[in-house]
């Protein structure tokens, strides 16, 4: 009697093991999907955050970030299985519209998401939102700097320009003496940073390219951002500047010390001055964006999730909890990208941490970068920005080159954009 | 030739077969879309007709790239050829050292479009370019050349990589057709022409006429249909000095989200990629297409 | 061929065409063996420092150059998509291989059929085959892509094959028909009197004549699925199935790729290629150079 009770007790037992596995079901795989940067620290996150949540597992899909919002549009019009992505504040308003991501509000818990949005900076909140629903958390935010050689410029007798009328006396006094063209720029057409590049030194001059009803306002030729492509097409005409088509290879000509300054991202100074590699690291420094106002573009890129996901309640559970581990929590991976990448963050807790203070302190001037950061703005993105901007970018490269005028230029593009805008509310 | 009464099919359906089914549909699909609004943030598909090519076509952007797909065609595909054809006879030789050229010319075609990028910007570039470097040393120039970054200089740079890429190819059918000469023919040659050109020009031309047609044929469809190398390199820049047709129809379609005028772009390239080869194949007529007699 | 050239024009000759062709693959050999603080820097070379292995050991081992650990240095910024490299050799030998075998199995009886018969319905399909290549691949990529994704082909090799075994096709065979149609009728006459088949005719005649010729295309066929990339990079998955030119491509625009890590991947790249190229084109050139076909 006593071996049958222990039999059946064990069998019970067996049999309701058996059930709460059966029940548990198998693993959730999420499709995430990025653009190729540091993707050994993404698998490194994604192994962290697996062996943390038993029963969901995380797939990486990457593409090259000139290939990826193209990339993405294939994956969504095939319908093909996409959960988590990065996502672009500039393509933020078209994909929301389109549908093809929701709201985190669809599959985050309501207090725990409106703790985490307290903690998001200015500029990265607002590039997250549409028609105030948050659609992301950040992934990274940064900054658009401008950067100098400091050698160069002290072994010149060159102070840190502050204004774009600096910058040219100060490049041409470099090509003087035999430097030959001292501005290196990152001009690629098919890149959206190109066009962001141009905002922030926009906002450099105190201009804003379009008014409080989202009207193109640059035509104007006492528009600091018409000033600032007349600048650019001049120094360009003069040969002070040398057009690179990507970061990757500034970074190279950067470290020949052939060149004093420079226009890129954050993580782009932290890539410069790693004594690992680069003959010049060190050298670099980063300097307010010239101009009356020394503002800069402040911009986010974020994780995302897909609508699809959203509306299936078992996955965007799932999908919650990844973006919740990848970008909010306790901000430990959010800080891992900061002081091992040199990431910047939109995260304001991260700006105190000690940890983060002192790995940036090797690689930049912190209460420069945090004074720029504070001027930041966020920049103006619409529905048929993306569309707009692909269409503008040559022919910011065109005029930039000498092949068509400024002035036409600046028409062309506020018309088109005036254009879009009436197309896109008569949808 | 003989004369069969019946379709082949066993014969073709396999070559003909996966063809077809990455052809018909796809381009039938794209011709669909062409002649469709098809927008991905606009809602619905309607026939808009004609109305994708019209707008397509009143793009300075078109013409720019046109201009720049046919200028890069027109000095690209010759070129290929040309130089194909002289290295080819030029290994006909037997020299000491000849079988080491053979394979050195080979090696441009092992390289996909993106790696070949890398290293002709390598010998291009303003700051660190290799070709700069050396010209400084030999001083024949002290500033340096703006190969990448001048729009005029641009576009000649990146015809030489892409030609650099094609050469082995050209290289290895010209030898493959000089090969198939009948020996008496050659013989006959030497004894009859004195100069290395007479012989090329009466003899030697005639025989590999069919080859040089395909080969012309299909280095003008690369060129003019060519997107890997010269985006890698300059990303259609500076300014739009190397924008090709196909970044158009990439640009429209992607990055513009309008696959109706990304389609109609492509079927334009189509329609002026069929007169380019129905020129070239009636300029210079070869027995390709059967009827005489061999 | 007869005739002599001055053996300095020779020399001339060879030297520029081996300087032009093999000059840039030069460069990648020596940026993959002088680190960037020494390329970058004037004052040196690989002369003053010596050849660095660094990069290689990076690649195929995962361990860090020396300079990564030094004090101040960043560790982190090397990416470690350059290991793909070594991987994505193989996935693009199968993928190419496969297309090749594909592309001369299927294309070398329609070539055949092409150069020597004429039948009702000829000129439509040789035309058809011929012009199938000109709608520019940018245009195609997405019905493509949804046709093969309908039939769960993205991802996977078979579906980037297939692919590039039809663009490789309407090639294979215009070739191919022209070296058929070199042959001399003869040689089929004699043996079409002695009651062979058609496909005897073409299996045991003219495909044995055509061999260097068939080498040829073979080569053409695995070199244009090897440097493929547009359908490659949609339809690959990940990494373990992606092919070297989409490798390669990301690399070539990754920050935290240092000018000489690309270029070792880069002549990693190539020399599997090149060694089966070269092989390949031996067997070929012997027959080509050796084999003028006998009146």
Redesign the interface.
């Known amino acids: 009697m006593q071996l049958k009770k222990v039999l059946l007790a064990m069998s019970m037992a067996t049999g309701v093991f058996a059930a709460q596995t059966a029940l548990a079901g198998e693993d959730i795989t999420l499709e995430f999907v990025v653009w190729n940067y540091s993707l050994d620290t993404i698998q490194d996150n994604i192994k962290i955050f697996e062996a943390k949540n038993p029963g969901i597992k995380v797939n990486l899909t990457d593409y090259t970030w000139t290939d990826y919002q193209d990339s993405l549009i294939l994956r969504f019009r095939s319908n093909t299985q996409t959960d988590v992505i990065y996502g672009g504040q500039d393509w933020l308003p078209a994909w929301a519209s389109a549908g093809f991501v929701a709201p985190l509000n669809d599959i985050a818990p309501p207090d725990e998401l409106s703790a985490l949005s307290d903690d998001i900076a200015g500029f990265a909140l607002s590039d997250m939102t549409v028609d105030d629903e948050l659609y992301g958390l950040p992934y990274y935010a940064d900054t658009i700097s401008f950067i100098y050689n400091k050698k160069i410029l002290d072994d010149a007798g060159i102070a840190v320009p502050r204004t774009w009328e600096e910058v040219t006396a100060a490049s041409l006094k470099l090509q003087a003496s035999g430097m030959e063209r001292p501005f290196v720029y990152e001009l690629n057409q098919e890149l959206p940073n190109f066009f962001d590049a141009f905002v922030a030194q926009s906002y450099g001059r105190g201009a804003e390219l379009f008014d409080a009803d989202q009207n193109a306002v640059f035509a104007d030729p006492e528009n600091g951002a018409y000033k600032q492509l007349e600048w650019l097409a001049d120094a360009y005409s003069q040969g002070l500047i040398q057009p690179e088509t990507h970061e990757s290879k500034i970074i190279p000509a950067m470290n020949t010390g052939n060149h004093a300054f420079t226009v890129v991202y954050n993580y782009v100074l932290a890539a410069l001055n790693n004594s690992a590699t680069q003959p010049l690291a060190g050298q670099f420094a980063l300097a307010l964006m010239p101009g009356a106002e020394n503002s800069t573009l402040g911009f986010s890129k974020f994780y995302a999730v897909t609508a699809k996901t959203a509306a299936d309640p078992e996955r965007a559970e799932a999908a919650w909890k990844f973006i919740n581990f990848m970008a909010g929590g306790d901000y430990t991976i959010a800080k891992r990208w900061a002081v091992e990448k040199g990431l910047g963050f939109g995260q304001l807790p991260l700006y105190d941490d000690s940890d983060v203070i002192e790995a940036w302190g090797k690689w930049v001037d912190v209460s420069t970068l945090n004074q720029q950061a504070a001027t930041a703005k966020a920049g103006v993105w619409t529905e048929w920005g993306g569309v707009w901007s692909a269409y503008f970018r040559p022919l910011l490269a065109k005029a930039m080159v000498g092949e068509a005028t400024v002035d036409e230029v600046m028409q062309e593009g506020a018309q088109r954009w005036n254009e879009l805008k009436e197309q896109f509310a008569n949808r | 030739?003989?004369?069969?009464?019946?379709?082949?099919l066993l014969?073709?359906l396999?070559?003909?077969l996966?063809?077809l089914?990455?052809?018909l549909?796809?381009?039938g699909?794209?011709l669909w879309?062409s002649l469709h609004r098809v927008m991905?943030?606009?809602?619905g598909e309607p026939f808009v007709g004609l109305d994708n090519y019209k707008r397509v076509m009143a793009s300075s952007?078109f013409y720019d790239a046109l201009k720049n797909s046919l200028v890069f065609t027109f000095f690209a595909a010759p070129s290929v050829v040309v130089i194909g054809v002289l290295?080819a006879?030029?290994l006909?030789?037997?020299?000491f050292?000849?079988q080491?050229?053979?394979?050195?010319?080979?090696?441009?075609?092992?390289?996909?479009?993106?790696?070949?990028?890398?290293?002709?910007?390598?010998?291009f570039?303003?700051?660190?370019g290799?070709l700069n470097a050396i010209l400084r040393s030999l001083n024949i120039i002290d500033?340096?050349i703006p190969w990448l970054?001048s729009?005029q200089l641009a576009p000649i740079s990146v015809t030489i990589a892409h030609v650099?890429t094609q050469?082995?190819?050209a290289v290895?059918?010209t030898?493959?057709?000089?090969?198939?000469?009948?020996?008496?023919t050659?013989d006959a040659a030497?004894l009859d022409c004195r100069s290395?050109f007479k012989r090329f020009r009466y003899v030697l031309f005639p025989e590999i006429r069919?080859?040089i047609v395909?080969l012309l044929v299909?280095n003008s469809?690369i060129a003019f249909?060519g997107?890997?190398l010269v985006?890698?390199?300059?990303?259609?820049?500076?300014?739009?000095?190397t924008?090709l047709?196909?970044?158009q129809?990439?640009?429209e379609?992607?990055?513009?989200?309008?696959?109706g005028a990304?389609?109609a772009?492509?079927?334009i390239?189509?329609l002026i990629?069929?007169t380019l080869?129905i020129a070239i194949t009636r300029a210079l007529p070869s027995?390709?297409?059967?009827?005489d007699e061999? | 061929m007869t005739g002599r050239l001055n053996p300095v024009l020779t020399f001339f000759f060879a030297a520029v065409i081996i300087l032009f062709t093999g000059g840039p693959v030069l460069l990648s050999l020596y940026g993959s063996l002088v680190p960037d603080r020494i390329l970058l820097d004037s004052s040196k070379s690989i002369f003053t420092e010596g050849p660095n292995f660094e990069t290689y050991r990076y690649i195929f081992t995962g361990e860090l150059p020396k300079s990564y650990l030094t004090e101040g240095a960043n560790r982190a910024m090397i990416s470690d998509a350059a290991r793909q490299v070594p991987q994505s050799l193989i996935n693009s030998a199968i993928i190419a291989f496969s297309a090749m075998s594909l592309n001369l199995l299927f294309g070398a009886p329609a070539a055949y059929i092409f150069a020597r018969y004429v039948f009702p319905g000829k000129k439509l399909t040789f035309l058809f085959l011929i012009l199938s290549p000109l709608v520019p691949a940018v245009a195609l990529i997405t019905p493509i892509y949804m046709a093969l994704q309908s039939i769960g082909l993205v991802g996977t090799r078979l579906g980037i094959i297939l692919v590039h075994t039809a663009k490789a096709l309407p090639f294979t065979v215009l070739i191919l028909s022209v070296f058929f149609r070199k042959m001399p009728a003869e040689i089929f006459e004699a043996a079409v009197l002695d009651h062979c088949s058609r496909f005897q005719s073409f299996f045991r005649l003219a495909l044995p004549l055509a061999m260097p010729s068939i080498g040829a295309t073979g080569l053409f066929a695995f070199m244009l699925s090897y440097s493929e990339f547009m359908f490659s990079l949609v339809l690959s998955g990940d990494a373990r199935t992606r092919p070297v030119s989409v490798v390669m491509a990301a690399l070539a625009r990754n920050t935290d790729v240092s000018w000489s890590l690309l270029n070792t991947a880069i002549f990693i790249a190539i020399i599997p290629t090149l060694v089966l190229v070269i092989l390949v084109w031996k067997f070929v050139v012997e027959g080509l150079l050796s084999g003028a076909v006998k009146g």
Do not use: C
Not at chain 2, 92 to 95: A, E, G, N, S, V
Not at chain 2, 253 to 259: A, E, N, T, V
């Open positions: 030739m003989w004369t069969i009464k019946r379709f082949p014969w073709l396999p070559a003909l996966p063809v089914l990455m052809t549909y796809p381009i699909h794209a879309t991905i943030l606009f809602p952007y290295v006879l030029f006909q030789r037997r020299f050292g000849s080491i050229v053979r394979s050195v010319v080979l090696l441009p075609w092992v390289l996909p479009g993106a790696i070949s990028a890398v290293l002709w910007i390598w010998v570039h303003p700051s660190f290799v500033r340096s970054i729009p650099w050469i082995p190819f290895i059918l030898m493959a057709a000089l090969s198939t000469i009948n020996s008496e050659l030497a290395s069919s080859m395909v299909y469809l249909t997107y890997d985006y890698a390199m300059t990303s259609g820049g500076p300014g739009t000095a924008t047709l196909s970044f129809i990439w640009r379609s992607f990055s513009m989200y309008d696959f990304g389609s772009v492509a079927f390239v189509v990629s069929a080869i027995d390709l297409f059967g009827g061999p």
